[in-house]
Each structure stands twice: as C-alpha cells, then as structure tokens.
C-alpha cells in the first residue's frame, strides 16, 4: 500500500513549493499578458469598427454629395440643350424672315424693273408709232389729235401687255 515516509513528504513540500513558484513566475505573468492583450485587441478592434463606422458615413456622405452634383450636372445639361435649342429656333426663324424679306424686296424690285422697262417701251412704241404716222400722214397732227392718238396706243399695248 502507500506508505508515506519523509521523503515522500519532502518531496510533496517541494512539488507545492515549485508550484507555488511556478504560479507566481509564469501562471500569473502568463496570464496577465494574455489578459492584456486581448484587452488590447478588443480595444483596438472596437477603434477599428469605430473607424469603419466613421468612413462608412463619409463614404454615404460624399456618395450624396456626388449623386447631388450628378443631378445639378444633367439639369444644367438640359437646360443648356434647351437654350440651344431656342437659340437655334430663333436664329431658323430670323433666317427665314430675312429670306422672305429678301425674296419679297427682289419681287417688288423685279416687278418695278418690270414696270419701267414696260412704260419706257410703251413710250418709244408711241414714239415710234407718231413718227410712223407723221411719215405716212406728212403732214403736222394737231397736239390734242396727237394726245388722242397716244392714249389710244397705250390702251392698246396696256390690253397686250395685261393679257401677256
């Protein structure tokens, strides 16, 4: 069976004794920076999720602000391409304007050329048709028979020339 002798006792005294020691020397430093450690660590792990936290909302923020300026961008886009389009609108406007007071003047323009050249005509056909007739007649028409005669002529070439 056991049988305890002195040695025995000796030797359990210096076990608990070494125990004793050990537990002061490394448990308990061992421990303790364990302990601190992970102290530590958790301390840095709650700044760090802190830090996240915080760049999260920044991130919100500025992703916000960018969505913002993308919508100030497209309005101030289409308003520009509507101005633009005004702009072109006015100016097609003004041009045709110009082109039909361009056109209409050319017309007038035209028309009393036309006019002219037709009265300058009419006028040397007179001319001409009295010079005729005094040739043929020799002899001096009186000034109210040479009206009558004038007027006669431009109403007829005023009947051709309408008719034309």
Not at 14 to 27: A, E, N, P, R, V
Not at 116 to 124: G, I, M, P, R, V
């Amino acid at each position: 069976m056991l049988s305890f002798n002195l040695t025995s006792i000796v030797n359990l005294v210096g076990f608990i004794f070494f125990m004793l020691l050990m537990y002061k020397l490394l448990y308990k430093p061992y421990f303790e920076i364990t302990d601190k450690r992970k102290q530590e660590v958790e301390k840095n792990l709650s700044e760090a999720e802190k830090l996240r936290l915080e760049a999260q909302n920044k991130k919100n923020k500025l992703d916000k602000q960018l969505q913002e300026i993308e919508e100030k961008r497209s309005e101030i886009i289409l308003k520009a391409e509507e101005q633009a389009k005004l702009i072109l609108k006015s100016a097609q406007e003004d041009a045709e304007k110009q082109r039909k007071y361009i056109i209409d003047k050319a017309e007038k323009e035209s028309e009393e050329i036309r006019t002219k050249a037709l009265k300058e005509l009419q006028s040397q056909i007179v001319a001409m048709a009295l010079s005729i007739s005094s040739m043929i007649l020799k002899e001096q028409v009186d000034k109210q028979k040479n009206e009558e005669i004038i007027k006669r002529a431009l109403r007829s070439l005023q009947g051709k020339g309408e008719s034309q």
